[in-house]
C-alpha cells in the first residue's frame, strides 16, 4: 500500500536558519503530493501541493519539488521565523483513490 | 479560508459519558473524513464519508459511530466514553472533482475521558 515517510522530529534551529525536511513515498501510479501544517492547537492548513513529477509547489517562502525518480517531496525555507513553529505533515493522494496518507509528521522549533 | 467547524474544541468527560463531537462545513464538499490524532502527532482515519447516507471505516478501528445524513454535518459519537479514547479529534472535508483533492479540515476537538 501507499506509505510516507518523513524524517523524525523535533528539528530546531535558530531564526533565519535554513530548513529541510525530508519527505520519501511509496506509491503505485502518480500520486499528488502536499505538505501540511498544524500551528498549536489548530487543525492542519494545506501549506503546498504538486501534482506531477518536476512541479515545484510554494508558498510563504517554503518549497519542495516533485522528484519521481527519488520519489522524494522534501520541504525547504531559506530562512525560517519563530513564527514557522509548528508541526509539518507530508501526504500523498493516490490518483486512484480519494484518500490522503499521511506522514508521521515533524515538528519544527525555531529559536530566536 | 475553508469553512468547516468543529464543536466543541475541548471537552473533559468522564468515563461511560455518551459523547458527540460536532463538525460542520458550509463549502459543499461530498466528502468528509475523522481523523484520530495521537499524542505522538500521527494521524489515523477513523471514518469517512463520500455523500448523504454514505459512511465508511477507516484505517484505524474505533469504537465510535459516524451519521450523514445531511451534507454539510457529519457528527462523531461514542456512546460510552473511556480513558483510552482521550485524544485529539480532527475532521475535514474535499470535493470530488478532475482536481488534486484538497481536503480542508476543522480546528479539532480535544477529549479527555477521566
Known amino acids: 500500500g501507499d506509505s510516507v515517510t518523513q524524517m523524525e522530529g523535533p528539528v530546531t534551529l535558530s531564526e533565519e536558519a535554513f530548513l529541510t525536511i525530508n519527505c520519501t513515498y511509496t506509491?503505485?501510479?502518480?500520486?499528488?503530493l502536499f505538505w501540511y501544517v498544524q500551528y498549536p492547537g489548530e487543525g492542519l492548513q494545506l501549506l503546498l501541493k504538486?501534482?506531477?513529477?518536476?512541479d515545484k509547489g510554494s508558498n510563504k517562502g517554503f518549497e519542495a519539488t516533485y522528484r519521481k525518480e527519488t520519489t522524494s517531496f522534501h520541504l525547504e525555507k531559506g530562512s525560517v521565523q519563530v513564527s514557522d513553529s509548528a508541526v509539518y505533515f507530508c501526504?500523498?493522494?493516490?490518483?486512484?483513490?480519494?484518500?490522503?496518507?499521511f506522514g508521521g509528521g515533524t515538528r519544527l522549533m525555531v529559536k530566536p | 479560508e475553508a469553512d468547516i467547524y468543529q464543536t466543541p474544541r475541548y471537552l473533559v468527560i468522564g468515563t461511560g459519558k455518551k459523547i458527540t463531537l460536532e463538525c460542520s462545513q458550509t463549502m459543499g464538499h461530498d466528502k468528509m473524513y475523522w481523523y484520530q490524532q495521537d499524542p505522538g502527532m500521527e494521524l489515523h482515519l477513523i471514518h469517512y464519508s463520500y455523500g448523504v447516507n454514505s459512511t465508511e471505516k477507516g484505517d484505524l478501528s474505533s469504537e465510535s459511530t459516524v451519521s450523514r445524513i445531511r451534507t454539510e454535518h457529519f457528527p462523531l459519537t461514542l456512546e460510552s466514553a473511556r480513558p483510552s479514547h482521550t485524544s485529539q479529534y480532527l475532521c475535514?472535508?474535499?470535493?470530488?472533482?478532475?482536481?488534486?483533492?484538497?481536503?480542508?479540515f476543522g480546528p479539532g476537538t480535544r477529549l479527555t475521558v477521566l
Open positions: 506509491a503505485t501510479g502518480y500520486p499528488s
Open positions: 504538486a501534482t506531477k513529477a518536476d
Open positions: 501526504a500523498l493522494r493516490n490518483n486512484a483513490g480519494n484518500m490522503l496518507t
Open positions: 475535514a472535508s474535499s470535493q470530488s472533482s478532475y482536481s488534486y483533492n484538497e481536503q480542508f
